[in-house]
């Protein structure tokens, strides 16, 4: 199955989301396909003193997320911090690595049916703001790059849907018919000569219309582009 599949899977599970947990058991279950066992989602637009109200989704349930946090603060951990730095997914164990002893104490912390696992943390930033905390962590999960395009894809499509819950309707699509015409066929696989040949348009006309849909949608790559569709912003 191809990552656009595993997308658009995830579609008509978002689509039915009405709440915030349910944005946060739709993306859980996707990340059961990688070998992910538990996820951690935190709006950190509301993560103040307390990390509780924050929390959107935690499949190890809020007390024990909450009992790290009073011990040991989660706005200051290692990747909270990275998160908060980069809006690039990362691994887990490749931070710690890169980190050393350095914050050793962070690790030993850990709730222990977590010291064994690995996992990806996925940031989502808008307009520069550091937004949401999604992170997902397994005993032996696939932490390729093809997880970590796919996962930050499927993350940013459920920040969206959160988005259109908060504000209680679906935005319009600041896009041009053609514009979402040929980020549709992106998103179903078709390369920039194919969608050319079923717009009878050129493949630069199709990677110009393209640009201009990232553009306005705040994002650089066409996968972003691809997840803000799915999640029903264009």
Not at 40 to 52: E, K, N, T
Not at 58 to 75: K, N, Y
Not at 94 to 122: F, Q, S, T, Y
Request: hydrophobic share 40%; with cysteine; proline share 6%.
């Amino acid at each position: 199955m191809t990552a656009l599949d595993v997308l658009k899977e995830l579609t008509s599970s978002l689509s039915q989301a009405s709440t915030a947990d349910g944005i946060g058991r739709a993306l859980f279950l996707l990340s059961k396909r990688f070998g992910f066992t538990t996820a951690l989602i935190v709006d950190m637009s509301h993560a103040f003193s307390r990390l509780g109200p924050a929390i959107i989704f935690s499949a190890s349930g809020r007390a024990p997320v909450e009992l790290f946090d009073t011990q040991r603060p989660f706005a200051n951990h290692p990747f909270t911090l990275r998160a908060q730095g980069s809006d690039k997914p990362f691994v887990m164990s490749r931070l710690k690595a890169e980190l050393g002893r350095e914050d050793e104490a962070w690790w030993a912390g850990l709730p222990p049916h977590m010291k064994e696992m690995d996992g990806i943390v996925v940031p989502v930033h808008v307009e520069g703001d550091f937004v949401w905390y999604s992170g997902f962590a397994g005993p032996a999960p696939d932490l390729s790059q093809r997880t970590l395009s796919v996962m930050s894809a499927a993350v940013h499509a459920g920040y969206e849907r959160f988005h259109e819950l908060l504000d209680d309707k679906t935005p319009r699509s600041p896009l041009t018919a053609r514009e979402s015409e040929c980020l549709r066929w992106v998103g179903e696989g078709k390369t920039d000569m194919e969608v050319g040949k079923i717009l009878d348009i050129s493949p630069r006309t199709v990677r110009f219309h393209i640009g201009n849909a990232k553009a306005k949608l705040g994002v650089a790559t066409r996968i972003q582009a691809v997840a803000k569709r799915i999640g029903g912003a264009t």
